[in-house]
């Protein structure tokens, strides 16, 4: 990561463009502004997000719109018990004209890959789009193929029906930079979608930029600047998942690094240069909570992860600027 600070001219460049596309966005994903920013957080931070939430809220309209107004080339994979993993990644096949093996790339050649209800495919076929999420290229008979960039996928769970689905393991989790609940909306923003059902689309949105700028804006997102007190601040959070009484099991390295690049992002667009612990603090349950797993004892009594990590936050100090520290 660069040690040079980022100019401010460019920083608040970055947030007044990360301000228009989530405004974009919100002209069809009504009354989410949070879940907006959180999912361009990962964007940037080249991370991924899993949406789990009932049928029918949004979840792939948020995709399809980051999509548009990025200008983005984007495919949807609807996700059966009988999908193969050539069906998402390609497949070679022999042209008899130029008496070649020619490669047909699959859906997982986008900007924006929507994965639906990915919990209804085969562990095989699931680990064949989690590969590409990690190393962001498919490999076809021993060939590597790069996906293009910048690369999001979009993954999204049913949480209400089980049947026939194959549940994530905690392993394959772990890829997702995020895990995000769109929610139902309030009344008013329920009336408002009604009012313009027909009219708000994905389809009619205008881009506000192109993806060759959001690779310039990952790039900035690595240049971010992180206090050495900060990164022991994030260790000691996951720490203090791993300690607690009622979990299995707690926060990986992945997952502190995953928060500190979600950090990273997150600060630009907040028009800062550099991270502050509220960053940190912000993004600790749309990083950690899927991360963590619970003990069968506290499933029981019906303990959250989410009660679980406000604990977490509560009993790490708080880092200062004067290397003193303060308890949340």
Known sequence: MSTEPLPPQHVQGFAALAAQLADRI???????????????????????????????????????????????????????????????????????????????????????????????????????????????????????????????????QNPVEMDGTYRLPEAQLDRFLVKLSVGYPSEDIEVEVLRGAALRSPDTLEPVTDTATVGEMVRMAQRVHIADPLYTYAVRLAAATRDHPQVRVGVSPRGVIALTRAACAYALINGRGYVLPEDLKTLVEPVFAHRVLLSP????????????????????????????????
Do not use: C, Y
């Open 297 to 328: 004892d506290a499933q029981l009594r019906g303990v959250t992860a989410t009660e679980v990590l406000d604990d977490a936050v509560r009993s790490v100090p708080v880092p200062l600027p004067d290397n003193q520290s303060v308890v949340a």
């Open 26 to 156: 919100g002209t069809v994903v009504l009354g989410k502004p949070e879940v907006v920013r959180l999912a361009l957080t990962a964007f940037f931070a080249q991370g991924h997000v899993l949406l789990e939430d009932v049928p029918g809220v949004g979840k792939t309209t948020l995709a399809r719109a980051i999509a548009a107004a990025v200008r983005g080339q984007w495919r949807r994979i609807q996700f059966t018990p009988d999908l193969l993993p050539s069906d998402v990644s390609g497949v070679t096949i022999f042209n008899q004209a130029s008496r070649g093996f020619e490669f047909h790339p699959g859906p997982v050649f986008a900007n924006i890959v929507i994965a639906d209800e990915i919990n209804r495919a085969s562990p095989k076929t699931q680990s064949a789009l989690l590969e590409v999420m990690e190393e962001r290229r498919v490999t076809v008979d021993g060939v590597p193929h790069p996906v293009p960039q910048p690369f999001l996928v979009v993954a999204t």
